[in-house]
């Protein structure tokens, strides 16, 4: 079974940055043959999609984070990225990664944008 261990969250002001990674772990032969997701769970909210991006490189984002974040991955490190840039506060939420097709979650890491 693969394990993600999320890292690079912080406290950061509205219009800031961060860098989030996501380490994979474990059985990860196929890390690089599968889609991998960043995700969000806000303070009494559910989790929510964030950015996709598939084995070939393509990405995708939910509208609220499009021309804000972006999604890469370093197969060779069995790690995803996500660049946030111009930060809002309703982006506060803990982060976490995860392939398409499920599996274990991390504990993710904290994302507070202060206003």
């Known amino acids: 079974q693969v394990q993600f261990v999320e890292s690079g969250g912080g406290l950061v002001q509205a219009g800031g940055s961060l860098r989030l990674s996501c380490a994979a772990s474990?059985?990860?032969?196929?890390?690089?043959?599968?889609?991998i997701g960043w995700y969000r769970q806000a303070p009494g909210s559910g989790r929510e999609w964030v950015a996709i991006i598939t084995s070939a490189g393509n990405s995708n984002y939910v509208d609220s984070v499009k021309g804000r974040f972006t999604i890469s991955r370093d197969n060779a490190k069995n790690t995803v990225y996500l660049q946030m840039n111009s930060l809002k506060p309703e982006d506060t939420a803990v982060y976490y990664c995860n392939y398409l097709t499920g599996g274990a979650w991390g504990r993710g890491t904290q994302v507070t944008v202060s206003s």
């Open positions: 474990g059985s990860t032969f196929s890390f690089n043959i599968k889609s």
